[in-house]
T-cell receptor
Framework: GENVEQHPSTLSVQEGDSAVIKCTYS??????FPWYKQELGKRPQLIID?????GEKKDQRIAVTLNKTAKHFSLHITETQPEDSAVYFC????????????FGQGTRLTINP | SQTIHQWPATLVQPVGSPLSLECTVE??????LYWYRQAAGRGLQLLFY??????ISSEVPQNLSASRPQDRQFILSSKKLLLSDSGFYLC???????????FGSGTRLTVV
């Protein structure tokens, strides 16, 4: 089955700097890659996703890149703000059938003022 | 629009007691439904998923079970809770027309 590895497990950056979180996946048939943000005690919220037919997607300060050949994808947050502090999860799945999402272990991002 | 309801929000149960968590989805039909568990400070582990009424697939062996008695209702149960069942339980849904999962607000279960 699918296996998703996420790095780093913790990340601390200065406010205004950029943050990058990386994930690798094992199943070449996976074609859907979402990123979730989870604040303390809350449910995970989808922040951006990408499908395998594109290499990059951007939404304001957040961008995701996908390298299908290398089977890795990354989340980029620019101009970080204190409210970006949270745990971020990457995931991978096939978009057909049961659409089971396999999650990475999460990255705790801390933005230092 | 689609919404997902999950209850209760918190639960403290003694070891050996039964469990029933309920999740319902509104505004869509024939969704895929999922139960995840998140241990403190850890990732999301898929427990069960369902692609239709009465169709349940289990991802990990454990003393939990799931049922889908109606199209938009998903129930997580246990006959006898263990200490290791403590965690944050999240229900989620997806469909071919909606990108990604939408999670319920979660149930924080503490087994004492």
């Amino acid at each position: 089955g699918e296996n998703v590895e996420q790095h780093p497990s913790t990340l601390s950056v200065q406010e205004g700097d950029s943050a990058v979180i990386k994930c690798t996946y094992s199943d070449s048939a996976s074609n859907y890659f979402p990123w979730y943000k989870q604040e303390l005690g809350k449910r995970p919220q989808l922040i951006i996703d990408i499908r395998s037919n594109v290499g990059e997607k951007k939404d304001q300060r957040i961008a995701v890149t996908l390298n299908k050949t290398a089977k890795h994808f990354s989340l980029h947050i620019t101009e970080t703000q204190p409210e970006d502090s949270a745990v971020y999860f990457c995931a991978a799945s096939k978009s057909q059938g049961a659409q089971k999402l396999v999650f990475g272990q999460g990255t705790r991002l801390t933005i230092n003022p | 629009s689609q919404t997902i309801h999950q209850w209760p929000a918190t639960l403290v149960q003694p070891v050996g007691s039964p469990l029933s968590l309920e999740c319902t989805v509104e505004g869509t039909s024939n969704p895929n439904l999922y139960w995840y568990r998140q241990a403190a400070g850890r990732g999301l582990q898929l427990l069960f998923y369902s692609v239709g009424i009465g169709q349940i697939s289990s991802e990990v062996p454990q003393n939990l079970s799931a049922s889908r008695p109606q199209d938009r209702q998903f129930i997580l149960s246990s006959k006898k809770l263990l200490l290791s069942d403590s965690g944050f339980y999240l229900c989620a849904w997806s469909s071919a027309l909606v990108h990604g999962y939408t999670f319920g607000s979660g149930t924080r279960l503490t087994v004492v």
